[in-house]
């Protein structure tokens, strides 16, 4: 079974602090992806990377930089937390770009 | 642009009855189709579509994709409560992205 594996399933954090969310995958997976999710507004896609030290920007960059330094690990970073970035934050892996997407189990953030 | 739409938004279903959840997209260069079932947490995969016509089946669920017609459903025979769920669509079309729907909430009552 593929799996993906957030560190954190809730998290709270003040403004301004530096935030640090990791993914790891197991399944050798070439693509990994961040995403927020909101009420209302669905799945919206932050970054994602291809390949090893590379990355693109998804819908909604601003606010947010990634790392990915090594195949399985996939880092999200928020560099000084603001309070509408308060959401549900998923990571996910896939095998190519036709593939099924597999999610980790998520990681709830609360900016106060 | 592309997107996806699914339909109905939402839906209240006694235990025992059959739905069908919609899922309608606009892409270019369709690649697959793909169902999630979407409880507290993350979404979970349940199909992968890319040919049309071929009925996928897993238990109670079972999806089917018209490629003509641009649109794809997702049946539930026999819902249970477990079945209550928000079901996430989503279309790859040869990026890296995908573009997902806003998703079905469906509700089993007992």
């Known amino acids: 079974d593929v799996k993906v594996t957030q560190s954190s399933r809730y998290l709270v954090k003040r403004t301004g602090e530096k935030v640090f969310l990791e993914c790891v995958q197991d399944?050798?997976?070439?693509?990994m992806f961040w995403y927020r999710q909101d009420p209302g507004l669905g799945l919206r896609l932050i970054y994602f990377?291809?390949?090893?030290?590379?990355?693109e920007k998804g819908d909604i960059p601003e606010g947010y930089s990634v790392s990915r330094e090594k195949k399985e690990r996939f880092s999200l970073i928020l560099e000084s937390a603001s309070t509408n970035q308060t959401s549900m934050y998923l990571c996910?892996?896939?095998?190519?770009?036709?593939?099924?997407?597999?999610f980790g189990s998520g990681t709830q953030l609360s900016v106060l | 642009e592309d997107k996806v739409v699914q339909s109905p938004l939402s839906l209240v279903v006694h235990e025992g009855d059959t739905v069908t959840l919609n899922c309608s997209y606009e892409?270019?260069?369709?690649?697959?189709l793909l169902w999630y079932k979407q409880e507290k947490k993350a979404p979970t995969f349940l199909f992968m579509l890319t040919s049309s016509g071929i009925e996928k089946k897993s238990g109670r669920l079972s999806s089917i994709l018209d490629k003509k017609e641009l649109f794809s459903i997702l049946n539930i025979t026999a819902t249970q409560t477990g079945d209550s769920a928000i079901y996430l669509c989503?279309?790859?079309?040869?990026?890296?992205?995908?573009?997902f729907g806003t998703g079905t909430r469906l509700k089993v009552l007992a």
């Open positions: 996910a892996s896939s095998l190519d770009i036709a593939s099924a997407l597999f």
């Open positions: 990377s291809y390949d090893v030290k590379m990355k």
């Open positions: 892409v270019t260069n369709f690649r697959s």
């Open positions: 399944m050798d997976h070439e693509n």
């Open positions: 989503a279309v790859t079309s040869g990026t890296y992205k995908y573009i």
